[in-house]
Nanobody
């Protein structure tokens, strides 16, 4: 399978914002449910956001109201808009383009290299 490519990470101060993108070469985003996940240092990977083909979205309480997942125009990319960032959001962020419609915590597509997000003053 084609590996996704995450981009947009970087260093940001607490309270700041970032927008991450996930793309695949040569094609658009598949029609599976898709999601964003993150792995903080020393911790396990966790769900950040997912969006189903119906347009419904799901967020854990840790990011609800601050993060927004969306499909780009024409389905060319997957975006994660993040605001009010805090040090606890520091992690490597990954996207997965094959996610169970039943449970967003079950991604089964290939992983990319991720993009580092560091929130620090």
């Amino acid at each position: 399978q084609v590996q996704p490519v995450e981009s947009g990470g970087g260093l940001v101060q607490p309270g700041g914002s970032l927008s991450l993108s996930c793309t695949v070469s040569g094609s658009g985003i598949p029609t599976y449910a898709v999601g964003w996940y993150r792995q903080p240092p020393g911790k396990q990977r966790e769900l950040v956001a997912c969006i189903r083909n119906t347009g419904s979205t799901e967020y854990p309480d840790s990011v609800k109201g601050r993060f927004t997942i969306s499909r780009g125009s024409g389905g060319a990319a997957l975006t994660l808009q993040m605001s009010s960032l805090q040090p606890e959001d520091t992690a490597v962020y990954y996207c997965n383009l094959k996610v169970s419609d039943i449970w967003c915590g079950n991604p089964f597509g290939p992983w990319g290299r991720g993009t580092q997000v560091t929130v620090s003053s």
